[in-house]
């Protein structure tokens, strides 16, 4: 099947290492489209909980996908969360396609896009980690549980549920801190003239046009591959929530070049696209100096 083009692609909070992580389906995904720029908005890997016992083949060909989509031409941005923040050390380093930063602004179509994870908003996280820590081991288990739960409602031929969902629902608590995080990514955007803003963290898929006294911005969310199995896509200078539980497309498969190749060939093929483009464009210089100057060029003696 055909893969979708579409201009920028969005994901976040995917969890990698964790028991909640939808790995396959995240392929699958993955291997549907071809997006010339692909954001990955934080907590892809989830270091916080990460343990030799438990990291499975899935999760490792999720990595391997997103490295060979660069070595491919794909522009990628690794956008650090808090569960992968031991990466934020890493920022600003490029390595071919691939790119670590804290945030990132693009220019699409004339308007200003600020993406960021948005854990400096939650006070949990940056006043007590701890705390933080050991509510995502708490999340990872109701995740286990719920997927036990479903897996009965599945065989009773009764539709699934979602425990963490309708927990956050019911507390007041949760709604309002969703609301304020909303309200505060969009204050700031608006301050700095983006149009839009565009997060992860709260695995809340979304996109809205928020209006306030200072004055407009679209928020949007990018959701979570835990629960929602979403992403953000933009493409004829609009945005929409992709949602593939909803998706009818056929199954994709891994990409045969990725069963072959193991991790450190592709690392070595992002880079290698890069070099050549690069002596290209010294021949291209080299062969224009020598046109000016009366001599043939340098490429067409070699030919």
Same mark, same amino acid.
């Given at each position: 099947?055909?893969?979708?083009?579409?201009?920028?692609?969005?994901?976040?909070?995917? &969890?990698?290492?964790?028991?909640?992580?939808?790995?396959?389906?995240?392929?699958?995904?993955?291997?549907? @489209?071809?997006?010339?720029?692909?954001?990955?908005?934080?907590?892809?890997?989830?270091?916080?909980?990460?343990?030799?016992?438990? #990291?499975?083949?899935? &999760?490792?060909?999720?990595?391997?996908?997103?490295?060979?989509?660069?070595?491919?031409?794909?522009?990628?941005?690794?956008?650090?969360?808090?569960?992968?923040?031991?990466?934020?050390?890493?920022?600003?380093?490029?390595?071919?396609?691939?790119?670590?930063?804290?945030?990132?602004?693009?220019?699409?179509?004339?308007?200003?896009?600020? #993406?960021?994870?948005?854990? @400096?908003?939650?006070?949990?996280?940056?006043?007590?980690?701890?705390?933080?820590?050991?509510?995502?081991?708490?999340?990872?288990?109701?995740?286990?549980?719920?997927?036990?739960?479903?897996?009965?409602?599945?065989?009773?031929?009764?539709?699934?549920?979602?425990?963490?969902?309708?927990?956050? =629902?019911?507390?007041?608590?949760?709604?309002?801190?969703?609301?304020?995080?909303?309200?505060?990514?969009? =204050?700031?955007?608006?301050?700095?003239?983006?149009?839009?803003?565009?997060?992860? &963290?709260?695995?809340?898929?979304?996109?809205?046009?928020?209006?306030?006294?200072?004055?407009?911005?679209?928020?949007?969310?990018?959701? !979570?591959?835990?629960?929602?199995?979403?992403?953000?896509?933009?493409? #004829?200078?609009?945005?929409?929530?992709?949602?593939?539980?909803? !998706?009818?497309?056929?199954?994709? #498969? @891994?990409?045969? !070049?990725?069963?072959?190749?193991?991790? &450190?060939?592709?690392?070595?093929? @992002?880079?290698?696209?890069?070099?050549?483009?690069?002596?290209?464009?010294?021949?291209?210089?080299?062969?224009?100096?020598?046109?000016?100057?009366?001599?043939?060029?340098?490429?067409?003696?070699?030919?």
């Amino acid at each position: 099947m055909k893969k979708r083009k579409i201009e920028v692609a969005v994901i976040s909070d995917v &969890h990698l290492g964790t028991y909640g992580c939808h790995a396959d389906e995240l392929i699958a995904y993955l291997n549907s @489209i071809q997006p010339k720029r692909l954001v990955l908005n934080g907590d892809i890997i989830d270091i916080w909980q990460f343990s030799k016992r438990y #990291f499975p083949s899935s &999760h490792m060909k999720v990595l391997r996908k997103i490295i060979g989509m660069a070595s491919k031409g794909t522009e990628v941005f690794y956008i650090t969360g808090n569960h992968d923040e031991m990466l934020r050390k890493f920022s600003g380093t490029s390595m071919g396609n691939l790119h670590i930063l804290d945030k990132l602004v693009l220019k699409l179509d004339g308007k200003k896009a600020w #993406f960021f994870h948005g854990d @400096i908003f939650d006070s949990s996280v940056t006043n007590a980690k701890w705390l933080a820590k050991l509510g995502g081991r708490g999340y990872d288990l109701l995740i286990l549980i719920n997927r036990a739960a479903n897996w009965c409602l599945s065989k009773l031929g009764k539709e699934r549920y979602s425990l963490s969902k309708k927990i956050k =629902d019911s507390v007041k608590g949760a709604l309002k801190y969703i609301s304020n995080f909303e309200k505060s990514a969009v =204050d700031i955007a608006i301050e700095n003239g983006y149009n839009y803003v565009i997060c992860g &963290h709260i695995h809340q898929p979304k996109k809205e046009l928020l209006i306030t006294k200072k004055g407009k911005c679209t928020y949007l969310n990018s959701g !979570d591959w835990v629960e929602n199995l979403t992403a953000l896509e933009y493409s #004829f200078k609009r945005w929409k929530i992709y949602r593939y539980n909803q !998706d009818k497309l056929l199954p994709f #498969f @891994i990409d045969e !070049d990725l069963k072959e190749m193991d991790i &450190h060939e592709l690392v070595a093929s @992002i880079t290698a696209k890069k070099e050549q483009e690069k002596a290209k464009g010294k021949q291209a210089e080299k062969d224009q100096k020598n046109t000016k100057g009366g001599k043939a060029p340098l490429s067409e003696g070699l030919l």
